[in-house]
């Protein structure tokens, strides 16, 4: 059984970089099929793809944070990480970091397809 936790800073400032760390335990992230992925959820919206890592540490970014975040793992420890550069005061969110199936980035991302942890809240100082 797969488990995924998040962990990060707890608040950052704008303009700064956020990492947050996925720590899995149950399945070495080299496992092929699996993409490990990062997603969003702003206050009162949806959930937003960020990008994944594949057992070859192959990475995708999808396009409205592409230019700011860079995912990568260390597989010593079974973690992945994500930072995000030049945080902005819209950036508040509860940060995921599901384990999806191919396919799976073709759709809106859902709680239902997947293994999730508990997600991280994010907020930005003003």
């Known amino acids: 059984q797969v488990q995924l936790q998040e962990s990060g800073p707890g608040l950052v400032k704008p303009s700064q970089t956020l990492s947050l760390i996925c720590t899995v335990s149950?399945?070495?992230?080299?496992?092929?099929?699996?993409?490990w992925s990062w997603i969003r959820q702003p206050p009162g919206k949806g959930l937003e793809w960020i990008g994944y890592?594949?057992?070859?540490?192959?990475?995708y970014y999808f396009p409205s944070l592409k230019s700011r975040i860079s995912i990568s793992r260390d597989t010593s420890k079974n973690q992945f990480t994500l930072q995000l550069r030049f945080v902005t005061p819209e950036a508040p969110a509860v940060y995921y970091c599901p384990r999806k199936y191919p396919g799976a980035t073709t759709r809106i991302p859902s709680f239902a397809e997947g293994d999730w942890g508990q997600g991280t809240q994010v907020p930005v100082s003003s």
């Open positions: 890592i594949d057992r070859s540490a192959s990475t």
């Open positions: 149950g399945v070495p992230i080299t496992t092929n099929f699996y993409l």
